[in-house]
Structures are given as structure tokens and as C-alpha cells.
């Protein structure tokens, strides 16, 4: 529209480090010194709309017909109490990564993808038994995932209730007990001592892996981190599958968004509407996606060399399967908190997953309060 | 008197005054009103997000009595006294051997070794862990191939040893604050005091003990209340190598007021904690001055 009427804007860009972003943009808005349009992930979005610190896009969006070409799942973490305040740009769910040369030496199928998770487990433990000096598998990047691999939920949104007690978390504690005990397809040590999954899955000391889809380029692409040279030939992926019991999906995966946001204080609100849609157009969320791996979060954006990667092409199909992270405050804690019992208590100590269950009950209530959790 | 009559009287003290505004305005913007905002803060509910942001409520000392059954915030206290004065005995006990090493007349190459020895100081905290990382690894890392060449059973420095491999981190990087303070202190003695005590036939350890020490007392104690001040609101190296864990072993007070502050967006209980840092510190500080006797 501005450049239609040929006036210039001129834009000022802050960027600011991965590590520690969202303590800065949140205290950035906290002291009224955030930009007009900012970059923020979804679980920021209800603290700062409860603040008023977020313009609501609901009436933008309304007149722009752009907006039905967004994915659900982008526009479902980017709202809040039924109203728009995000504009999605890149979204990232969660896939498993195999490596193809393990896979053959241990006899295993490839492509491989798993129906349920016994398959998982089971070729895991061929793969122990095969390929004695690998890691047959890690997960699950985000710890509430096997939650939802059950069927679970973690929040319920229609009372705003975080979930601490279900057949789903007891479920989840159960496939991490099999994960480090009663399998042992992961070494507890890879877990307590913060190995790095992505750098032995580069090494092919690691068989299966449950990571972001970013990892693909952004990790083991030409001139990354732990570049894999042969990638297209060793790299297999595929569908996270349910655990197989009633109620669980068939294929599941979960997924954040970072947006583009605006400043409820701005002072030229149309302008920087003209400015997420000029970064919201298709060519430069296709980009982005090619060059960082993260999925595009608009079924138009498939295009130029996005379209033409097979592994983008396919990723954004594992958005079908996905489910937004809860978009509540109390998310940090909550995670955290589960993680804590994981890692503390089931992998450290050994605790059974009833023990497991109860400790995360008492420790959610410490944590969130009462009144904010709830048994399903 | 008239004002031109005092101006004149007093004008050089005036002038002399004059270059401390500047010091004074930056101490009252950076330091003393960010003090009395987080005091005010301490004691309301205020959030970083939600609600509270804007309409934080004044709740008196609730947070601190929520504090006292907080056994996050008491296992923080612990962690924090461990780490302080395992960090304490270490970087003092290096930072003296590297003062007695640059002051000997014994050894050569001191001015290079003395450049290395301050390596690790002038490095940037933040990039210390990245290094350390390598070097802890279980599998792959230098210090437990040093342990497997002399037979010893390598180490779960990351996890069992996460406080350990924290205060050994920070000793590395710190210990040349002791150093440079004592160097200093030690090369000031004058030499005529070592003259006599070699006419007398005193022993090296007898030197050290009966001149080196005492006419260093205050260096020591100066030495030990910045080690100290130092290492209680640490902040870096936990945050970037063990992120407080595993299970809150090295959650660092500072790192729990971070936590509460900027992680859960709790402002008001990170002020809280924050306050009770700067008690401790002031209190400790105090005690440290008096025990010198100075």
C-alpha cells in the first residue's frame, strides 16, 4: 500500500541472540522499550495479551485474504481467547530421524516407518542386539510428547486447567521407564550428562532420534554445525507413531510457532500491519524455511527451492499430524516441572512410573497451585 | 558571610567536589535507584507478564515468608555457601602460590608465565564453559583421559560432579584477582626484612609466616571479601554450563532469582531473593572486616 503511494520507511532491525530471547523481548515490552512488530514465540503470547501489551490483529486479519491460506495449527498458536495476536511465520514439529546405514546393518527396513511405538522399541532393540556400539535411540526433544503419543492432554483449555494426573501421563512415564530400564534403549548417562544427540547422530553412534525438522539443514546441512555429507543417503525420517493403545493417534507430533507480533503501544499500528504482511508473503516464509529447515507456516509458501528440497516437501505433511503446544501461562512451569521428574527421579533414581505419577502430582500442585491443576 | 565570600573560601573544595558529580550521578542512576526499585519490588507481586505488570499489588512481606517454606530457595542457600566457599579456599590458595611463584627471585620467565596466568581473568566469562565442555565431557573429555593415563576411574564431571566441575571452572578463571592483589601487596614489603630474617638464618616457610603474612593482612582480607562478593551473586557459569542442575545441586542463589525473575516472570520473588543476596552479602562482608580487625 506504502510502496503503491510511493513513500519510504525506513525500518530499524534489532536482532538479538537465540539464548536468552525471551527473557530480553519480555522484559524489552515489560520496560515499554519493544520494537513496533517483534518476533516472538507462541508461549509468550498469553502473558503479554494479558498485559495489554499486544495489539489484537483479529480486524486485520478479518480483511485479509491471506489469512485463509495460513495453516490451522500456525493460527491456533498465534490466538488467544478466540482472538487473533500473531501472525505465524515458521513453525517446526517434531519428526524421527534414522540413519539408513544403521538400519541396513542391523537388518532393518528402509525406508522405515514406524506404525506404532512396539515398532519403535522393536527395531531399537534389534539394533542393540545387532549394532552393539550404537545408541539404538533418544527422544523426545519435547518431554511431554509420549503424553500425546498416548492420547493425552496436558491442558484443557475450556477451564484453563493444567492436567497432572491421567492414563496418558502415566502412560508417558511408563514409555520413558521402558526407554532407560525395561528396554534400555538409551543409555541413562546420554540423558543425565546432556549428550549430544545431534552430533552422535552425525558421528552414527546414534541410531534413532525424535528432533525438530530444523535439524535436517540447520544441523546436518552443508556447512553446519555437524554437516552430514552424505545426509540424503544415510539421514531416513519419518512419522512419530501413537503407543497403539485406544485412543491414541495413529501419527502424532507437536509444534511451536514463532510470529511476527505488534505492539499494542505503537504509535503507527497500519504501518507495521503493512510490515508483517510484507514479511508474511509467501517468497520470504519459503525462503526462511529453505535456509533454517522450519516449515512454512502458509500452504501457498510452498514454492521456489522450499518446494524443490524433498525433505521440506515432505515435512510440511507432518503438520496434518500436529497439535499446537498449549498456548496458557503456567506452560514453562509445567513442562518444566514433568522434565524435572523425568530426569530427577525416573532416570536418576530409577522410580517406577506410579511413583513417577505421584511425584509430578505433588510437585505440579507445589509449582502451579492447586487450583490450576486438575485429574482427568 | 556572602556566597561570593564562602564560594571563594571553599573554592578549591568546591572544584575538588565537582569531579565526584559525575561518579555520584552514575552511581544514583545505575546502582542506587535500580537498588530502591527492587526493594519496592521485593514487596508487591508484580510479574513480568500478565496482569500483575500492570497492576502489581503491594503484599508486604509475603514474599519473603513464602521464601521460608520455599525449599527451592533454602536448597539454592546451600548450593550458594558450598559453591562460595569451595570457591573461596581454591581461588585464594592458586591466587597466593601465583603471587609467592611471580614475587620468588627463584624462578625465570616470569613476566610470560605471569601473562598466562592472567589468561583465564581477562577471557570473557561467558566463553569459559563453552571450553570447559570439551574438556569435562565423560567420554571424550581431557580431564578424564588424564585421570584414565594415571589409572583413576573418569568421572561423571557434567552430572555427579556438576557443583565440583562449577567451582573448578570458577577457581580457574578467578584465581588471578587473589594474585594480582597479593603480587602487588608482596612485592611492596621492603626487601631489608628478608635481609635480617636471612642474617638470622630463618627458614623459607619461617619468612613467609613471620613477615610475608602479617604485613599482607589487609591484602589477604581485601582479597577474601572481593573473592567472596564475587562468587555470591555468580552468575555464568551456571547459567551457561549447568543451568542450575541436576535437581537444583547447582542453582545458585542468583541463578534462582534469575530463575523466578526471568524464567517464571516472577519479578517481585526474584526482587525478594535478589534482596536476600544483598543482605548476605553485606552482612558477610561486615563480619569478614570485623574478624580482620579492620
Redesign the interface.
Known sequence: MYREKGLIVRVKIITAPHKGYR?RV??D??AGAAGDVVWLGES?I???V????LLDLTPYVEKWEDWGKFYEVGKKLGSYKGKVYAIPFETAPLVIYYRKDIFKQAGLPVPWQPATWDDVVRAALTIKEKVPDVIPFRGFYDVCLPIYMAGGKTYDPTDGKWIDKSDAILSAFKVYYDVFYSYGITPK?AE???WDNRKLFQEGKLAILIDGVWCYIEKWGPGMTYEIENREDVVGYSYIPGLGTPGAPNYISVTGTYNWVINAKTKYPELAWELVKELSKPEIIAQWGYETSHIVTRSDAVLGEYAKEPFLKWATTVLEHSIPKPIA?GY??YVNTFK?VI??YLV?EGKSPEECLSIFVNEAIKELGSDAVKEV | MSLLRYLKRYSSEIILASFLVPALVLLLIFQLIPTIWTIWFSFTDMALIGKKLIHPSFIGLKNYVDMLNDSIFWQSMKVTFEYCLASLVLRFILGLLAALYLTSKMFRGKTILAAIFLLPYIIPGAIHPYVWISMLDTRYGTLNRILLFFGLTPQSWVYKRAMESVVMINSWAGYALAMLILSSAITSIPKEFYEVADIYGASRWQKFSKITLPLIKYPVILSLVLIFKEDIDDFTYVYMFTEGGPHYRTELLSLYAYHKAFAYFELGYGCAVGVIIAIIVFVLTLAQLKLGGV
Open positions: 527473557e519480555v522484559t515490552f515489560a509468550e498469553p502473558g503479554l494479558e498485559a495489554g501489551m548417562e543425565l550428562e546432556k501461562s514453562k512451569k524435572r530426569i530427577d536418576a
